[in-house]
T-cell receptor, first 114, second 114 residues
Framework: DAEITQSPRHKITETGRQVTLACHQT?????MFWYRQDLGHGLRLIHY???????NKGEVSDGYSVSRSNTEDLPLTLESAASSQTSVYFC?????????????FGPGTRLLVL | DQQVKQNSPSLSVQEGRISILNCDYT??????FLWYKKYPAEGPTFLIS?????DKNEDGRFTVFLNKSAKHLSLHIVPSQPGDSAVYFC?????????????FGTGTRLKVLA
């Protein structure tokens, strides 16, 4: 069965370190997204990609970067982790921009920056 | 500026009764609305959606109503079941200059009491 996975599921790091969160989908979807979920804010879009070599900034992109070298993966990198980046991170994918397209979410990565 | 608002952080309902979850939005350019359901330690899963050109969409026990003049969206669950206990997010799609993104509300935690 097709799926979307995230790793690691839990991560503790220190301020200033570089951290990369992995996202892998086997849906063969063109579109992939990264969100963070924080109390009082719901899900906020960090970065998204419509296909290989395409990346776009979302509403909370500062301090994060992504790259899309193949269809299946969209790793999220925190260049220099900050305590404000402690959050739960969700990756999602979707097939196209059709009217009825929906996003499929991964299980999330809980990141703690000390 | 929260463009999609879920003003009730939590809701408790007796099993068998109707659950009504509400969502308000401010941007009249949203063209598509979705509801997602989220269990603890899992990613959100798609529940039901509605296009901005419609006012109702029904799928089994779940019905979404859209009142464009009031910029209000609601999800009705009838009858409510204990397995419906979860956090529910509404989301709205915004298409600008050929790109699109989803704006999520902060979520409502539904508890269905047996």
């Amino acid at each position: 069965d097709a799926e979307i996975t995230q790793s690691p599921r839990h991560k503790i790091t220190e301020t200033g370190r570089q951290v990369t969160l992995a996202c892998h989908q086997t849906w063969n979807h063109n579109n992939m997204f990264w969100y963070r979920q924080d109390l009082g804010h719901g899900l906020r879009l960090i970065h998204y990609s419509y296909g290989v070599q395409d990346t776009n900034k979302g509403e909370v992109s500062d301090g994060y970067s992504v790259s899309r070298s193949n269809t299946e993966d969209l790793p999220l990198t925190l260049e220099s982790a900050a305590s404000s980046q402690t959050s739960v991170y969700f990756c999602a994918s979707s097939e196209s921009r059709r009217q009825k397209e929906t996003q499929y979410f991964g299980p999330g990565t809980r990141l703690l920056v000390l | 500026d929260q463009q999609v608002k879920q003003n009730s952080p939590s809701l408790s309902v007796q099993e068998g009764r109707i659950s009504i979850l509400n969502c308000d939005y401010t941007n009249s350019m949203f063209d598509y609305f979705l509801w997602y359901k989220k269990y603890p330690a899992e990613g959100p899963t798609f529940l039901i959606s509605i296009s901005s050109i419609k006012d109702k969409n029904e799928d089994g026990r779940f019905t979404v109503f859209l009142n464009k003049s009031a910029k209000h969206l609601s999800l009705h669950i009838v009858p409510s079941q204990p397995g419906d206990s979860a956090v529910y997010f509404c989301a709205a799609r915004l298409v600008t200059s050929g790109t699109y993104k989803y704006i999520f509300g902060t979520g409502t935690r539904l508890k269905v009491l047996a």
